[in-house]
């Protein structure tokens, strides 16, 4: 499978709105689970995978005939972005959870303790990837959750620091990468918001954690930043500019996706990554009205006014499973639109 060849390609974050008939939504909208939240499937176990393949179809399929160049699984399959991945691994213990405050500050989190060595067991996403690459012609992209993010969402109970922890989770991340791409992907990305959250932090090992997760990967590769799903964090506390942008220069990833359109960010800070190819967010998820084409298309031009056309991809804010299905597709629809009148206008 070969990417697109034109410029300006589209993708999407990751996630893509998960049916009514499958999980709880009033469930889901309530918390971004560490944990497993198992109660949130509307299906009994031994229906689940049937239903969970049927909605995944139905997301490629709206993102192809939305115009996505390069589709997702939608995360269909998955309670929230990191979970999934993270409570498969050995030496992390989800059924007894510790409590940290969350990334927002006011409420405690459950999240699961790293009782032992951090190891893959298995494939985790395998299937997911196969299963895409099944269903789509198109250029398939596959999210796994970053070392750094998911070393900051549980409880160190084994590793003398967070350090050491982060980079037992980027061995485990890179294993898995390597069967992805093995897989059939063409692109692989690293879901790290919480570089943001604790940049001090991340400025001591992140960029070490995310080259261990992405080492040896041939295909493209992405890590992705956002200030929290829109649903979850609301426009008026994100911040306009990243506290940890310019180190990701550093890292061996060929893109870096930014939430900018909800936060309206100064995209001047755009310079500080000359090296990488952009994923510009254009698509506002706090917003229920979808854009005008013309709208996302001004932040379109907006973006190639600080990264040139051959280096950006078009894409939403962040993730889309918290939004109303209709609503995430004419957003994807407008997008797609908005990004085919600028390819025209620059020739």
């Known amino acids: 499978m070969n990417l697109p060849k034109h410029l300006l390609p589209t993708t999407v974050v990751g996630s893509y709105p998960q049916p009514e008939w499958l999980v ?7 918390s971004v689970p560490r944990t497993r939240m198992h109660a949130m499937w509307r ?37 929230s972005y990191s979970n999934r991945f993270s409570t498969a691994l050995e030496g992390v213990d989800a059924d ?3 409590m940290i405050t969350a990334r927002t500050g006011n409420t405690q989190t459950p999240v699961p303790r790293v009782v032992g060595p951090v190891k893959r067991k298995g494939p985790v996403e395998l299937h997911d990837m196969q299963f895409l690459r099944k269903n789509t012609d198109r250029a398939a992209k596959i999210t796994l959750p970053g ?4 070393s900051q969402q549980a409880k160190n109970e084994f590793y003398k620091d967070d350090e ?5 989770f980027a061995e485990a991340v890179n294993a898995e990468a390597r069967d992805l791409e093995k897989a059939g992907a063409d692109v692989i990305q690293l879901d790290e918001p919480w570089v943001r959250n ?8 992140a960029v070490k954690a995310i080259n261990r997760a992405l080492q040896g990967i041939t295909i493209p590769t992405v890590v992705h930043l956002c200030f929290g799903y829109a649903a979850v964090v609301p426009g008026s506390t994100k911040p306009a500019g990243y506290s940890f942008l310019a180190e990701l220069d550093d890292t061996i990833a060929d893109q870096i996706s930014i939430e900018a359109a909800q936060p309206k960010l100064d995209l001047g800070v755009l310079r500080d990554l000359s090296s990488k190819k952009i994923m510009l967010g254009v698509l506002d998820l706090g917003d ?7 709208v996302v298309a001004d932040r379109i031009r907006n973006g190639l006014k600080h990264v040139p056309a051959e280096r950006l991809v078009v894409a939403p804010d962040c993730g889309m499973k ?26």
């Open 164 to 168: 050491e922890l982060a980079m037992a």
């Open 198 to 205: 604790n940049p001090e932090l991340a400025k001591r090992y």
């Open 147 to 150: 070392p750094f993010t998911m």
């Open 24 to 30: 709880d939504r009033a469930m889901l909208s309530k």
């Open 43 to 79: 299906l009994p176990a031994e229906h689940l995978e049937e239903a969970q393949d049927d909605a995944t179809i139905v997301a490629i399929r709206d993102m192809e005939r939305a115009g996505i160049d390069i589709v997702t699984d939608g995360e269909i399959r998955r309670e």
């Open 288 to 294: 229920p009205e979808i854009e005008p084409a013309s």
């Open 96 to 98: 007894n959870p510790a």
């Open 322 to 347: 918290y939004m109303p299905r209709q609503v995430a597709f004419g957003k994807l629809k407008a997008m797609c639109d908005a990004a085919a009148v600028v390819r025209k206008e620059i020739g």
